[in-house]
């Protein structure tokens, strides 16, 4: 099989590279799948990059954990009625040196889940990282009808879906988001209000949409850049659910939160407890099967592309980027 590959950590261009893999048979609990699409993530890139590790866990690794296809073979103690199946898959490469930027990946089962037929394998290579952590970040704030829920980065990935699920359970979703189109995305995923951090104090128009209340929760794609908002903006006994942060040190305004009893909670989707990501997928499940979803926007490159489709997640793509196999 093709595969891309990299044997140490570093730029996209220099480390990664296409090759010829042997096809790995699945073992126990394991399903194979024909990949046809591979999702980029932020987290990958990084991983790649030794942004938080420069020493490879693995002599080689296949990067990126999302992905969809069709399983075409299995492992023992696997039904058989799974073979032909379509899945979008997640957590591939997630403790392991095999991802799902090749043409087959050898997984467990519980991590190749069923893609309904009207949902493309483009949006089934989309959805792991981005919509478990939103589903998990919404579910994570608690109840939502009639409170008012700033989302970080609303028009990224995660933060699409964010809005959309925050929207659905009934809040109020303010966007935080860094240009007026992306604003439009947001407005268009359900946002009632929406601040352009890089024109607004976004603390006090947050204060003055909630008339002076603040926001109820805040689901947090940076906490480094965006805490010194939290003292400011949230309600007494507020919340903050923080998946991710560009930096590993995050200052905290200790006097306005401890006052104001506000909660951090932190989770990374690669670590959902068994029982909150059973709810999670079958929440998603529901989801895709009842067609409630806006997608965000789709790039797409080629395997031998990949050097070029890290940059572009590197970047700030303005869309979910996959790579086609």
């Known amino acids: 099989m093709r595969a891309?590959?990299?044997?140490?950590?570093?730029?996209?261009?220099?480390?990664?590279?296409?090759?010829?893999?042997?096809?790995?048979e699945p073992e126990l609990g394991d399903v194979r799948v024909r990949v046809?699409?591979?999702?980029?993530?932020?987290?990958?890139?990084?991983?790649?990059?030794?942004?938080?590790?420069?020493?490879m866990d693995y002599s080689l690794v296949v990067p990126h954990s999302d992905g969809a296809g069709t399983i075409d073979a299995l492992g023992p103690m696997v039904i058989s009625r799974r073979i032909g199946e379509r899945v979008w898959l997640f957590n591939a490469q997630w403790g392991r040196a095999m991802g799902t930027a090749a043409e087959f990946v050898t997984l467990p089962a519980q991590q190749a889940v069923p893609?309904?037929?009207?949902?493309?394998?483009?949006?089934?290579?989309?959805?792991?990282?981005?919509?478990?952590?939103?589903?998990?970040?919404?579910?994570?704030?608690g109840p939502l009808l009639g409170r008012n829920v700033v989302v970080f980065g609303a028009a990224g990935s995660v933060g699409l879906y964010a809005t959309q699920l925050a929207n659905m359970s009934g809040a109020r979703v303010i966007a935080v988001v860094s240009s007026e189109a992306k604003g439009q995305d947001a407005r268009?995923?359900?946002?009632?209000?929406?601040?352009?951090?890089?024109?607004?104090?976004?603390?006090?128009?947050v204060r003055q949409l909630t008339a002076g209340q603040g926001a109820?929760?805040?689901?947090?794609?940076?906490?480094?850049?965006?805490?010194?908002?939290?003292?400011?903006m949230l309600a007494f006994g507020a919340k903050v659910v923080i998946y991710g942060s560009g930096q590993a040190q995050i200052p905290v305004p200790f006097r306005p939160m401890i006052l104001g009893?506000?909660?951090?909670?932190?989770?990374?989707?690669?670590?959902?407890?068994p029982e909150v990501l059973r709810q999670t997928l079958g929440?998603?499940?529901?989801?895709?099967?009842?067609?409630?979803?806006?997608?965000?926007?789709?790039?797409?490159?080629?395997?031998?592309?990949?050097?070029?489709?890290?940059?572009?997640?590197?970047?700030?793509?303005?869309?979910?980027?996959?790579?086609?196999l």
């Open 188 to 205: 268009a995923a359900g946002a009632c209000e929406v601040i352009d951090y890089r024109k607004e104090d976004v603390a006090a128009r």
């Open 261 to 273: 009893f506000v909660t951090l909670y932190f989770f990374i989707v690669y670590k959902l407890p």
């Open 216 to 232: 109820d929760c805040a689901i947090d794609v940076d906490a480094a850049a965006n805490s010194r908002h939290w003292g400011e």
């Open 115 to 141: 893609l309904p037929d009207h949902v493309p394998f483009e949006v089934g290579a989309s959805i792991g990282i981005p919509l478990m952590t939103a589903y998990h970040a919404v579910q994570a704030c």
């Open 4 to 24: 891309a590959t990299y044997r140490a950590k570093g730029p996209a261009a220099d480390v990664l590279r296409i090759e010829t893999a042997p096809t790995v």
């Open 36 to 55: 046809a699409y591979s999702g980029v993530n932020p987290s990958d890139v990084k991983s790649r990059a030794g942004t938080a590790s420069a020493t």
């Open 283 to 324: 929440g998603i499940a529901g989801l895709l099967e009842r067609d409630m979803l806006q997608h965000p926007r789709i790039e797409i490159h080629e395997l031998d592309q990949i050097a070029a489709a890290h940059r572009r997640v590197e970047q700030g793509a303005a869309a979910k980027v996959l790579i086609k």
